[in-house]
C-alpha cells in the first residue's frame, strides 16, 4: 500500500472561493427567514434530524434526534421545539446551548432527496404546554430545545442522490459492520462475550422513551 | 385494517374538519350509531374517531376532527397537512358506546363530542322514540353540525352558547325527565363530571376523549402467562403489560396506549387483573396498555 501524507494541506477560503467561482444566484433567493408552509410540511413528515452545537470555544458535536414524522414541533413561524428523548444522559448538547446558543439542523425525510436546513440559536425550557405536545406512549419529555430560527432552506437532493441513502438495495451495506457488541467489546477493553453484550445493548433499545 | 381514500376535506367550523373516506375495495364494515374507529394518521400515530355519517352507506365513513392547539401531531397533520386522494388505513368499527334499547332519549353533547350522539340521534328518529338533544358549545358558529341539526329535527335540538347564554342546568332538566329516559353524554371532562352529578348512573351513559384523572396504587411486577405459547412474560414495574409482552415477542395492536380505544384487547384466563381503562373492559378481558395485576400472576389467552 502506497502511503500518502497522513496531514494533508491546508488552501484558504479565498483560494476555495476562486476555484468554486460564484454562486448560482438561485441558492441565495432560497434562504428563508422563517418557517414557511413548505418547511412546517417538511418538518411535518420528518422522523430524523441532526442536530449540531458548539461550546463557547467553538468545538462542535452533531447528534441524531429522531421520533415519529413531526416529533419536532413548529410553535410559530419563528420558533420550533424538539423533545429531548432519554439517551446517554451526557447533555452535551445542553451543556453547549448554555454556552453558546448557535444551533444547526438538518431535517431529513425517508424517500425524499431534498434536506431541510434550519438555523437559529436554541435555550432549554420544561414548559408544560410544548412538553404535552410531546407526550408519547403516556410518558412526555423532561426537557425540550427550542430553537429561534433565523434561517431556513431546501438543501438539494444531490447528496443523498449520490449517497443513494433511500434506495432499499442500500440496506446492504449494513452487512459488512460489525456487531455493536463487537465493537462495544472492542471499544471498552471488555472480556464478554460479544453476543451477550449485544443482547445487553438491545435490551437497552427497548426502552425508548 | 380497512383501506380508504380521503374523498372530501370539509371545513365545518373554524377548527373542526369532515373526513369523508371511501372504500378502495369491497364495503366497508358495518357499524352501529356510538361506534369508532382507529385511523392509522400518515405520520404513524393512531387516533379514534366517532363514526357520525350514516350507518346505511357502506361505501364511506364519515368522521369529524377537532384541531387541537396542544396536538401532539394527529389533529394537526390531519388539518395540515391531508389531502383528498391519500390512502388511510382504519381499524374496524368498535363501540364502547351503544344506544341501548329506551322508551325515550336525552343526548348531551358538548363541542365535538356530537359526532357519536348524531348518529343516535338519526336512529332515534327514524324509530320515532322520543328524544331530545342538548348541544352546548361557546357559539353557534363553533358548534359543527349545528344547522344541519336543527333542519333535520327542529325544535327537537336545543342549542346552548355558553359564551351568551352560560352553562345549561343539567340539575333542573334531571328534575323534569321522564324516569324512563336514557341519557347519553359526550364532551368535555367538566360536562361529563355535571351530567354524572345530575342523572342517577343507570340512567347516564357516558364517553369521554380523554383518560379521566384518577390514581392508581404504585405499580407492582407482576407474571403474564401467555396460555398458547406456554411462555412466561415478567412485567417490572413501570413497564406496561403491553410493552412487556410485545417485547417478549407478542405484539398486541395499539392505538391510544392510554385506555380509551380498546385495540389492544386481551382475554384473562386466570388471575385478577386492576382495570386501569376508561372505557371498562369486557368481563375476561383486560387493556394491557395501561391495566396491570392485582394478583402476582395473569394467565392470557396469547
Known amino acids: ?209 | 385494517m380497512q383501506q380508504t381514500i380521503v374523498e372530501h376535506l370539509d371545513r365545518l367550523t373554524e377548527d373542526v374538519l369532515a373526513l369523508t373516506l371511501r372504500a378502495t375495495g369491497e364495503e366497508l364494515a358495518p357499524w352501529e350509531p356510538g361506534a369508532h374507529i382507529d385511523l392509522s394518521v400518515p405520520n404513524w400515530l393512531t387516533r379514534q374517531y366517532s363514526l357520525c355519517g350514516d350507518p346505511a352507506d357502506r361505501d364511506a365513513y364519515r368522521i369529524a376532527v377537532r384541531y387541537d392547539p396542544l396536538s401532539r401531531g394527529g389533529s394537526e397533520y390531519l388539518h395540515r397537512f391531508l389531502r383528498p386522494g391519500r390512502t388511510l388505513n382504519v381499524s374496524l368499527p368498535r363501540n364502547h358506546f351503544p344506544l341501548a334499547p329506551a322508551p325515550r332519549y336525552l343526548f348531551l353533547a358538548g363541542g365535538i363530542g356530537i359526532t357519536p350522539l348524531l348518529p343516535m340521534m338519526r336512529a332515534a328518529a327514524t324509530a320515532a322514540l322520543p328524544a331530545t338533544l342538548l348541544y352546548v358549545g361557546p357559539s353557534a358558529d363553533t358548534m359543527p353540525f349545528a344547522g344541519e341539526l336543527r333542519r333535520s329535527h327542529g325544535d327537537r335540538v336545543r342549542i346552548v352558547e355558553t359564551g351568551r347564554q352560560g352553562r345549561p342546568d343539567l340539575d333542573a332538566l334531571a328534575a323534569t325527565l321522564e324516569p324512563d329516559t336514557l341519557v347519553y353524554c359526550c364532551g368535555p371532562a367538566g360536562m361529563l363530571a355535571a351530567a354524572e352529578a345530575a342523572f342517577p348512573a343507570e340512567r347516564l351513559h357516558a364517553e369521554r376523549f380523554q383518560p379521566a384523572a384518577r390514581t392508581f396504587g404504585p405499580d407492582t411486577a407482576f407474571e403474564a402467562v401467555c396460555a398458547r405459547s406456554a411462555s412466561t412474560v415478567a412485567v417490572p414495574a413501570g413497564v406496561s403489560l403491553l410493552d412487556a409482552l410485545s417485547h417478549a415477542g407478542h405484539p398486541l395492536p395499539a392505538g391510544c396506549r392510554e385506555g380509551v380505544c380498546g385495540s389492544c384487547d386481551v382475554a384473562v384466563l386466570d388471575g385478577s387483573p386492576e382495570h386501569r381503562d376508561d372505557i371498562g373492559a369486557p368481563q375476561g378481558h383486560m387493556y394491557p396498555c395501561v391495566s396491570r395485576a392485582l394478583s402476582p400472576r395473569l394467565v392470557l389467552d396469547l
Not at chain 1, 34 to 51: G, K, T, V
Not at chain 1, 81 to 105: C, H, M, Q, T, W
Open chain 1, 1 to 209: 500500500m502506497t502511503h500518502v501524507s497522513t496531514r494533508p494541506r491546508r488552501i484558504s477560503v479565498s483560494e476555495v472561493l476562486t476555484r468554486l467561482g460564484p454562486p448560482e444566484p438561485m441558492i441565495e433567493a432560497k434562504v428563508r427567514d422563517r418557517i414557511d408552509e413548505y418547511a412546517r410540511c417538511f418538518i411535518a413528515h420528518s422522523p430524523l434530524a441532526m442536530m449540531a452545537t458548539a461550546d463557547a470555544a467553538g468545538r462542535t458535536d452533531c447528534s441524531p434526534r429522531g421520533d415519529y414524522p413531526g416529533f419536532v414541533k413548529v410553535l410559530d413561524e419563528r420558533t420550533i421545539a424538539l423533545p429531548d428523548r432519554p439517551g446517554n444522559k451526557i447533555a452535551d448538547s445542553f451543556r453547549n446551548l448554555d454556552e453558546n446558543d448557535g444551533v444547526g439542523l438538518c431535517f431529513l425525510v425517508p424517500g425524499v432527496r431534498e434536506v431541510l436546513r434550519v438555523n437559529g440559536s436554541g435555550y432549554v425550557t420544561d414548559e408544560p404546554d410544548v412538553l404535552v405536545r410531546m407526550r408519547t406512549e403516556a410518558k412526555q419529555p423532561q426537557f425540550a430545545i427550542v430553537v429561534e430560527v433565523a434561517e431556513t432552506y431546501f438543501h438539494c437532493g444531490r447528496a443523498l442522490i449520490r449517497s443513494r441513502l433511500w434506495d432499499p438495495a442500500s440496506q446492504a451495506l449494513a452487512e459488512g459492520m460489525p456487531s455493536i457488541g463487537e465493537v462495544a467489546a472492542a471499544q471498552f477493553g471488555v472480556d464478554q462475550d460479544p453476543a451477550l453484550l449485544e443482547q445487553f445493548l438491545e435490551s437497552g433499545y427497548r426502552e425508548l422513551y
